[in-house]
């Protein structure tokens, strides 16, 4: 028992880390990223390659002046970039960043908590995300910061409908709501982005919409609002905001690694563990280094996307969401039944 | 009409059809193209370590020349704050004292001098206008300041140093510089 909780503490103090660090280098990404595609050079003066530049950053928004405006609700304008980040770090506790290790001859899973109704956990944790926003928005006391909240509490409820949906026909297929279980079952088979294409499609559509990335950045939308929610947000507060988004990338783009594409499992696995003489440890050790590319490739997939493609208009973002991705996910649920049927799954 | 290039299109409103209704094929396209970007060449010059090339008659802040012996040249004619039509240019002349003919070629000179480098619009045409060849426009780059003051140019940071001559030989046209050989002409003596 002990050791068991030692163990806990440890990970998740490693995971509120990791969390932090990868957010941080993902802002930096980010500026690179968009830098590349704009045939530009980015970031280069800080550091070696510009690689202390998230720390330069983070040195200027704590040196920035604090401005809460007179008629501002102030309590409420502080607690909403706190809820923000509390929201987006504590979805990470779910995902099983690995098989098992052994430590002091004992065996742990890569995992804070593994709920068996994981699932739920998550929607509840990225649905509560929507409070920082709104709070914010609606205590800084300014229409465009109101506009902006408003815009997202309609776009992340819109858009959770769908998500929801679209996990419901992987429920059905998967039999399981445990976010490892889920990840274990496509140990030795095919992923699952493979049997739910359009479900992956449509959660993968939906997250952009939840993590307020472009081309669903209405809220923001700093050429029309003026940056919405957080205009009225300066110093470290906005930091946090802003903060909170790429740690809502990274958390999303894990769940979207465990869900559909296999977690920290990959092809031939049991294979090649077995070809280099791999111990359970470092087999482990090498699917979460397997996850970790996984995650990074969707991190930079949602980077290449905002660079891609210009923001919605906001009637466009309420009919993709209501008329087209929801009735197509309930056709997905449909035809996800139909196959079970079908191969005597369901009788 | 003729157009001017053969590039305009025609628009049509048509109806869409399934696939570009679906917009996922046309976002593959543009993620490609952005992708594709990302090993393209940048554009961007580094600038403080890397400048780049001034076209060779790139006007910019001024200098107020010396002859060969480290003596002034300008005489305070006033005619280079007469043409400047940014009037940018101010002077007070004095007259020359015995003793200092080492430090100024005639008998008459520019006590202060000062160009006011935000006013300035550097056409050039105190060049034209200066009789002595005194004044010139060279590559260097006005750099910036914190005050509007700091723009306004004396003669500490016009006139140059006798022991780093600024070149201004990019400025001279051939037919100045076979004006000069001819030391018969006044102008030229030194």
Not at chain 1, 144 to 153: D, H, N
Not at chain 1, 275 to 281: N, P, V
Not at chain 2, 28 to 40: A, D, E
Not at chain 2, 71 to 93: F, H, K, S, Y
């Amino acid at each position: 028992m002990e050791a068991g909780l030692l163990f806990k503490i440890i990970l998740v103090v490693a995971m509120f880390a990791v969390s932090l660090l990868v957010a941080m280098y993902s802002t930096f990404l980010e500026r690179k990223v968009s830098a590349w595609m704009q045939n530009r050079k980015g970031p280069n003066r800080a550091g070696p390659l510009g690689l202390l530049q998230p720390l330069a950053d983070g040195v200027k928004m704590f040196m920035k002046e604090e401005i809460i405006p007179n008629v501002s609700n102030k309590a409420l304008f502080i607690i909403g970039p706190c809820v923000a980040m509390t929201t987006a770090l504590m979805a990470g506790a779910l995902i099983p960043w690995g098989g098992d290790i052994e430590l002091w001859g004992r065996t742990f899973t890569l995992q804070v908590a593994d709920l068996n109704i994981g699932v739920l956990y998550i929607f509840g944790i990225t649905s509560l995300g929507v409070y920082g926003i709104m709070i914010g928005g609606w205590a800084s006391n300014n229409k465009y910061s109101l506009m902006g909240a408003i815009r997202a509490s309609a776009q992340m409820i819109s858009y959770e409908i769908a998500m929801g949906l679209a996990i419901i026909a992987l429920i059905m297929s998967t039999g399981t709501m445990s976010l490892k279980e889920i990840a274990d079952q496509q140990d030795a088979g095919l992923a699952n982005f493979v049997y739910q294409p359009l479900g992956f499609l449509i959660f993968l559509i939906c997250a952009f919409a939840e993590l307020n990335r472009a081309p669903f950045d209405m809220p923001e939308s700093e050429s029309e609002l003026i940056g919405g929610y957080h205009t009225e947000y300066s110093s470290m507060k906005l930091g946090l905001f802003l903060f909170a988004e790429y740690i809502n990338m990274f958390i999303s783009s894990a769940v979207i690694v465990t869900f559909y594409f296999g977690g920290y499992h990959f092809p031939f696995q049991n294979e090649i563990n077995e070809a280099l003489g791999l111990s359970t440890t470092m087999a482990t050790a090498l699917g979460t280094g397997i996850m970790f590319l996984k995650v990074f490739f969707f991190i930079f997939f949602f980077m290449w996307i905002r660079w891609t493609l210009p923001r919605f208009r906001y009637d466009q973002l309420m009919r993709l969401g209501w008329k087209s991705l929801i009735p197509l996910a309930i056709l997905n649920i449909l035809v996800t039944g139909v196959v079970m049927w079908m191969n005597g799954k369901i009788n | 009409m003729q157009p001017l290039t053969n590039r305009s299109k025609q628009v049509v409103k048509k109806e869409m059809t399934f696939a570009e209704k679906l917009y996922l094929p046309a976002i593959f396209g543009g993620m490609i193209i952005t992708f594709k970007n990302m090993f393209r060449k940048s554009a961007t010059v580094q600038y403080p370590e890397v400048k780049r090339d001034m076209s060779p008659n790139f006007r910019g802040q001024h200098v107020l020349k010396r002859d060969e012996n480290g003596a002034e040249r300008c005489t305070a004619c006033g005619l280079c704050a007469v043409a400047c039509p940014a009037e940018a240019i101010t002077m007070n002349a004095a007259e020359r004292k015995k003793g200092e003919e080492g430090l100024y070629r005639e008998e008459k000179y520019a006590a202060n001098y000062e160009i006011n480098m935000l006013r300035c619009i550097f056409c050039g045409l105190c060049e034209d206008a200066c009789p002595k060849e005194a004044i010139f426009l060279t590559d260097r780059i006005v750099p910036t300041e914190f005050d509007r003051d700091d723009f306004v140019y004396g003669k500490d940071k016009l006139v140059e140093k006798v022991n780093e001559r600024i070149d201004v030989t990019k400025r001279q046209t051939p037919e100045v510089l076979e004006f000069k050989k001819n030391k018969s002409l006044s102008h030229n003596k030194i």
